[in-house]
Protein backbone atom coordinates (compact mmCIF):
# COMPACT_ATOMS: atom_id res chain seq x y z
CA UNK A 1 0.00 0.00 0.00
CA UNK A 2 2.83 2.48 0.63
CA UNK A 3 4.75 1.32 -2.10
CA UNK A 4 1.29 2.96 -4.43
CA UNK A 5 1.08 5.76 -2.51
CA UNK A 6 4.43 6.91 -3.04
CA UNK A 7 4.05 5.62 -6.53
CA UNK A 8 1.04 8.05 -6.87
CA UNK A 9 3.22 10.77 -4.88
CA UNK A 10 5.87 10.55 -7.61
CA UNK A 11 3.23 10.64 -10.23
CA UNK A 12 1.81 13.91 -9.26
CA UNK A 13 5.07 15.56 -8.57
CA UNK A 14 5.94 14.67 -12.38
CA UNK A 15 2.70 15.87 -13.53
CA UNK A 16 3.40 19.16 -11.42
CA UNK A 17 6.99 19.20 -12.43
CA UNK A 18 6.06 19.41 -15.91
CA UNK A 19 2.54 21.21 -15.95
CA UNK A 20 5.37 24.32 -14.13
CA UNK A 21 7.77 23.71 -17.17
CA UNK A 22 4.89 23.93 -19.95
CA UNK A 23 3.27 27.43 -18.02
CA UNK A 24 7.02 28.83 -17.81
CA UNK A 25 7.92 28.00 -21.27
CA UNK A 26 4.47 29.57 -22.35
CA UNK A 27 5.30 32.96 -20.52
CA UNK A 28 8.82 32.71 -21.88
CA UNK A 29 7.69 32.41 -25.25
CA UNK A 30 4.53 34.62 -25.43
CA UNK A 31 5.71 37.27 -23.18
CA UNK A 32 9.19 37.93 -22.22
CA UNK A 33 10.56 36.94 -25.60
CA UNK A 34 8.41 39.55 -27.59
CA UNK A 35 9.01 42.41 -24.84
CA UNK A 36 12.61 41.36 -25.44
CA UNK A 37 12.42 42.20 -28.92
CA UNK A 38 10.14 44.64 -28.93
CA UNK A 39 12.85 46.58 -26.74
CA UNK A 40 15.03 46.50 -29.74
CA UNK A 41 12.83 49.24 -31.16
CA UNK A 42 13.66 51.67 -28.02
CA UNK A 43 16.67 53.02 -29.87
CA UNK A 44 14.53 54.38 -32.66
CA UNK A 45 11.77 55.66 -30.34
CA UNK A 46 14.77 57.43 -28.98
CA UNK A 47 15.42 59.19 -32.20
CA UNK A 48 12.03 59.79 -33.27
CA UNK A 49 9.72 62.49 -32.12
CA UNK A 50 6.05 62.42 -32.27
CA UNK A 51 4.71 65.76 -32.74
CA UNK A 52 1.62 67.13 -31.00
CA UNK A 53 -2.11 68.02 -32.89
CA UNK A 54 -1.19 71.68 -32.35
CA UNK A 55 2.20 71.60 -33.68
CA UNK A 56 1.25 69.72 -36.52
CA UNK A 57 -1.53 71.93 -37.22
CA UNK A 58 -0.04 75.23 -37.79
CA UNK A 59 2.78 74.08 -40.54
CA UNK A 60 1.57 71.08 -42.55
CA UNK A 61 -0.40 71.27 -45.19
CA UNK A 62 -3.84 68.89 -46.30
CA UNK A 63 -3.59 66.50 -48.99
CA UNK A 64 -6.13 65.45 -51.30
CA UNK A 65 -7.02 63.32 -54.36
CA UNK A 66 -7.73 65.08 -57.66
CA UNK A 67 -8.80 63.08 -61.14
CA UNK A 68 -5.91 63.83 -63.52
CA UNK A 69 -6.66 63.50 -67.77
CA UNK A 70 -6.55 60.14 -67.59
CA UNK A 71 -9.42 59.95 -65.17
CA UNK A 72 -7.01 58.73 -62.50
CA UNK A 73 -7.13 59.94 -58.74
CA UNK A 74 -3.76 61.42 -58.32
CA UNK A 75 -1.73 63.27 -54.85
CA UNK A 76 -1.93 66.88 -54.33
CA UNK A 77 -0.55 68.90 -51.30
CA UNK A 78 -2.79 72.35 -50.29
CA UNK A 79 -2.46 74.57 -48.22
CA UNK A 80 -4.88 75.77 -45.53
CA UNK A 81 -7.65 77.68 -47.58
CA UNK A 82 -9.26 80.32 -44.90
CA UNK A 83 -7.89 83.61 -45.53
CA UNK A 84 -5.18 84.19 -42.98
CA UNK A 85 -3.07 81.01 -44.51
CA UNK A 86 -4.30 81.46 -48.38
CA UNK A 87 -1.23 81.10 -50.13
CA UNK A 88 -0.94 84.56 -53.05
CA UNK A 89 -1.98 83.96 -56.74
CA UNK A 90 -0.17 81.80 -58.62
CA UNK A 91 0.10 81.32 -62.34
CA UNK A 92 0.52 78.48 -64.95
CA UNK A 93 2.90 78.71 -67.75
CA UNK A 94 0.15 79.35 -70.20
CA UNK A 95 -1.02 82.49 -68.09
CA UNK A 96 -3.93 81.43 -66.48
CA UNK A 97 -4.82 81.36 -62.80
CA UNK A 98 -3.40 78.52 -60.73
CA UNK A 99 -5.51 77.37 -57.53
CA UNK A 100 -4.77 79.73 -54.52
CA UNK A 101 -4.20 76.07 -53.10
CA UNK A 102 -1.30 74.17 -54.61
CA UNK A 103 1.77 73.87 -54.05
CA UNK A 104 4.70 73.61 -56.22
CA UNK A 105 7.55 73.09 -53.68
CA UNK A 106 6.89 69.63 -52.04
CA UNK A 107 6.99 70.22 -48.23
CA UNK A 108 10.03 69.34 -45.89
CA UNK A 109 9.38 65.98 -44.20
CA UNK A 110 9.65 66.14 -40.42
CA UNK A 111 13.62 66.11 -39.08
CA UNK A 112 12.87 62.92 -37.25
CA UNK A 113 11.54 60.85 -39.94
CA UNK A 114 14.74 61.91 -41.99
CA UNK A 115 16.35 60.87 -38.67
CA UNK A 116 15.28 57.02 -38.52
CA UNK A 117 15.23 56.68 -42.17
CA UNK A 118 19.66 57.86 -41.78
CA UNK A 119 19.70 55.02 -39.87
CA UNK A 120 17.58 52.15 -41.81
CA UNK A 121 16.65 52.89 -45.33
CA UNK A 122 13.57 50.13 -45.22
CA UNK A 123 12.14 52.54 -42.78
CA UNK A 124 8.83 54.11 -44.79
CA UNK A 125 6.92 55.44 -41.91
CA UNK A 126 6.37 56.02 -38.13
CA UNK A 127 2.76 54.92 -36.83
CA UNK A 128 1.91 55.70 -33.14
CA UNK A 129 -1.90 55.18 -31.49
CA UNK A 130 -2.46 57.08 -28.29
CA UNK A 131 -3.80 54.77 -25.53
CA UNK A 132 -1.65 51.68 -27.31
CA UNK A 133 1.40 50.22 -27.47
CA UNK A 134 1.60 50.88 -30.77
CA UNK A 135 4.94 53.23 -31.50
CA UNK A 136 6.83 51.93 -34.59
CA UNK A 137 8.65 52.45 -37.51
CA UNK A 138 7.24 51.04 -40.18
CA UNK A 139 8.97 49.37 -42.71
CA UNK A 140 8.90 47.64 -46.46
CA UNK A 141 10.12 44.89 -48.36
CA UNK A 142 10.26 43.26 -51.84
CA UNK A 143 7.24 40.81 -50.72
CA UNK A 144 4.77 40.49 -47.65
CA UNK A 145 6.62 37.59 -46.07
CA UNK A 146 9.70 38.94 -44.83
CA UNK A 147 8.83 41.33 -42.27
CA UNK A 148 6.29 38.23 -40.54
CA UNK A 149 9.20 36.86 -38.86
CA UNK A 150 12.20 39.74 -39.14
CA UNK A 151 12.27 42.83 -37.22
CA UNK A 152 12.77 46.50 -38.85
CA UNK A 153 16.62 45.49 -38.33
CA UNK A 154 16.65 42.05 -40.49
CA UNK A 155 16.69 40.12 -37.13
CA UNK A 156 14.90 37.16 -36.85
CA UNK A 157 11.88 37.41 -34.14
CA UNK A 158 8.51 36.42 -33.72
CA UNK A 159 7.51 39.75 -33.32
CA UNK A 160 7.95 40.71 -36.65
CA UNK A 161 7.97 44.32 -37.66
CA UNK A 162 5.19 46.72 -38.65
CA UNK A 163 5.50 47.06 -42.39
CA UNK A 164 3.76 48.47 -45.68
CA UNK A 165 2.06 46.22 -48.47
CA UNK A 166 4.82 46.19 -50.81
CA UNK A 167 2.50 46.94 -53.69
CA UNK A 168 1.73 50.40 -52.51
CA UNK A 169 3.70 53.54 -51.44
CA UNK A 170 3.29 56.54 -49.40
CA UNK A 171 1.86 58.01 -52.84
CA UNK A 172 -1.23 55.87 -52.96
CA UNK A 173 -4.50 56.93 -52.05
CA UNK A 174 -5.00 53.96 -49.61
CA UNK A 175 -2.02 52.68 -47.66
CA UNK A 176 -2.12 49.41 -46.22
CA UNK A 177 -0.03 48.12 -43.31
CA UNK A 178 0.18 45.16 -41.47
CA UNK A 179 1.32 43.90 -37.80
CA UNK A 180 1.02 40.59 -36.01
CA UNK A 181 -1.52 40.40 -33.09
CA UNK A 182 1.05 39.58 -30.12
CA UNK A 183 -0.45 37.95 -26.75
CA UNK A 184 2.16 40.09 -24.98
CA UNK A 185 0.37 43.31 -25.82
CA UNK A 186 2.98 44.46 -28.62
CA UNK A 187 3.16 45.28 -32.74
CA UNK A 188 -0.60 45.49 -33.53
CA UNK A 189 -2.21 44.23 -31.15
CA UNK A 190 -3.67 47.99 -29.87
CA UNK A 191 -5.88 47.56 -33.02
CA UNK A 192 -8.51 45.43 -31.55
CA UNK A 193 -9.09 47.82 -28.96
CA UNK A 194 -10.46 49.87 -31.83
CA UNK A 195 -13.82 47.54 -31.73
CA UNK A 196 -14.71 49.03 -28.50
CA UNK A 197 -17.05 52.03 -29.03
CA UNK A 198 -16.34 53.97 -26.22
CA UNK A 199 -12.07 53.34 -27.08
CA UNK A 200 -12.50 54.69 -30.19
CA UNK A 201 -14.17 57.33 -29.65
CA UNK A 202 -11.81 58.58 -27.03
CA UNK A 203 -8.98 57.48 -29.57
CA UNK A 204 -9.99 58.55 -32.23
CA UNK A 205 -6.99 59.97 -33.51
CA UNK A 206 -3.60 57.98 -35.63
CA UNK A 207 -0.42 59.30 -36.16
CA UNK A 208 0.84 58.25 -39.35
CA UNK A 209 4.19 60.35 -40.70
CA UNK A 210 5.28 58.87 -44.05
CA UNK A 211 7.48 61.55 -44.38
CA UNK A 212 5.79 63.62 -47.60
CA UNK A 213 5.70 66.99 -45.72
CA UNK A 214 1.97 66.46 -45.49
CA UNK A 215 -0.42 66.40 -42.11
CA UNK A 216 0.33 63.28 -40.03
CA UNK A 217 -2.36 63.47 -38.32
CA UNK A 218 -5.52 60.80 -39.21
CA UNK A 219 -8.89 60.61 -38.27
CA UNK A 220 -10.39 56.58 -37.08
CA UNK A 221 -13.18 56.33 -39.44
CA UNK A 222 -13.56 52.67 -39.54
CA UNK A 223 -12.58 49.28 -36.79
CA UNK A 224 -13.97 46.18 -37.49
CA UNK A 225 -13.64 42.56 -37.71
CA UNK A 226 -14.09 39.87 -40.66
CA UNK A 227 -12.53 36.91 -42.65
CA UNK A 228 -9.28 37.34 -44.40
CA UNK A 229 -10.87 36.75 -47.69
CA UNK A 230 -13.56 40.10 -46.44
CA UNK A 231 -10.17 42.00 -45.68
CA UNK A 232 -8.91 42.02 -49.47
CA UNK A 233 -11.45 44.62 -50.31
CA UNK A 234 -9.76 46.87 -48.13
CA UNK A 235 -6.45 45.60 -49.60
CA UNK A 236 -6.45 48.22 -52.65
CA UNK A 237 -4.03 51.21 -52.93
CA UNK A 238 -4.67 53.58 -56.01
CA UNK A 239 -8.71 54.13 -57.73
CA UNK A 240 -10.57 55.34 -60.48
CA UNK A 241 -13.58 57.70 -59.38
CA UNK A 242 -15.78 55.07 -59.91
CA UNK A 243 -13.29 52.36 -57.40
CA UNK A 244 -13.03 54.65 -54.55
CA UNK A 245 -16.69 54.36 -54.24
CA UNK A 246 -16.61 50.95 -54.14
CA UNK A 247 -13.70 51.31 -51.46
CA UNK A 248 -16.04 53.90 -49.30
CA UNK A 249 -19.06 51.94 -49.53
CA UNK A 250 -17.60 48.80 -48.70
CA UNK A 251 -16.06 50.50 -45.58
CA UNK A 252 -19.33 52.24 -44.50
CA UNK A 253 -20.94 48.34 -44.50
CA UNK A 254 -18.25 47.08 -42.67
CA UNK A 255 -17.71 49.14 -39.68
CA UNK A 256 -19.05 48.52 -36.60
CA UNK A 257 -20.19 52.10 -35.74
CA UNK A 258 -20.19 55.29 -37.06
CA UNK A 259 -16.69 57.12 -35.55
CA UNK A 260 -14.65 60.14 -36.93
CA UNK A 261 -15.61 62.64 -39.63
CA UNK A 262 -17.61 62.12 -42.98
CA UNK A 263 -14.89 60.78 -45.81
CA UNK A 264 -14.78 60.87 -49.50
CA UNK A 265 -13.31 60.16 -52.91
CA UNK A 266 -10.70 62.93 -52.61
CA UNK A 267 -8.98 62.02 -48.92
CA UNK A 268 -6.02 59.83 -48.63
CA UNK A 269 -6.86 57.08 -46.00
CA UNK A 270 -4.55 54.20 -44.26
CA UNK A 271 -5.85 50.52 -43.66
CA UNK A 272 -4.48 48.75 -40.62
CA UNK A 273 -4.73 44.68 -40.24
CA UNK A 274 -3.82 42.58 -37.66
CA UNK A 275 -4.75 39.05 -36.73
CA UNK A 276 -7.86 38.56 -34.59
CA UNK A 277 -9.38 35.90 -32.51
CA UNK A 278 -13.54 36.18 -32.99
CA UNK A 279 -13.61 32.91 -35.21
CA UNK A 280 -11.11 31.04 -37.45
CA UNK A 281 -8.76 33.57 -40.43
CA UNK A 282 -10.34 36.71 -38.51
CA UNK A 283 -8.73 40.20 -39.26
CA UNK A 284 -9.23 43.31 -37.24
CA UNK A 285 -8.99 46.33 -39.70
CA UNK A 286 -9.19 50.05 -39.05
CA UNK A 287 -9.36 52.53 -41.23
CA UNK A 288 -8.53 56.30 -40.87
CA UNK A 289 -8.89 59.19 -43.25
CA UNK A 290 -5.79 61.80 -43.25
CA UNK A 291 -6.43 65.33 -42.78
Known amino acids: ?59 APTVSFE ?12 NKTDDETKAPEQTTDSGESAPDSVIDEKPQSSESIEKVRDLNG ?62 ANVMFSGLVDMKNKKFAQNHSSLYLDIGDGGTK ?12 KEAEKFQKFNFTPDSINEFLSDIRNSRYFEIGPDFGETNQYVTLITCSYEYSDARTVVIARRR
Not at 28 to 42: A, F, G, L
Open 1 to 59: MKIKKKIAFAALIAIAAVSIGYIGYFVYNQYWIPHQSDKEVDSMRDVYVIETEEDEEEK
Open 67 to 78: VDENGNLIKNMN
Open 122 to 183: NIKAWVYLNGTTIDYPVVQARDNEYYLTHDHNGRYTLNGAIFMDFRCDTDSQNIVIYGHHMN
Open 217 to 228: YWDIIAAFACRE
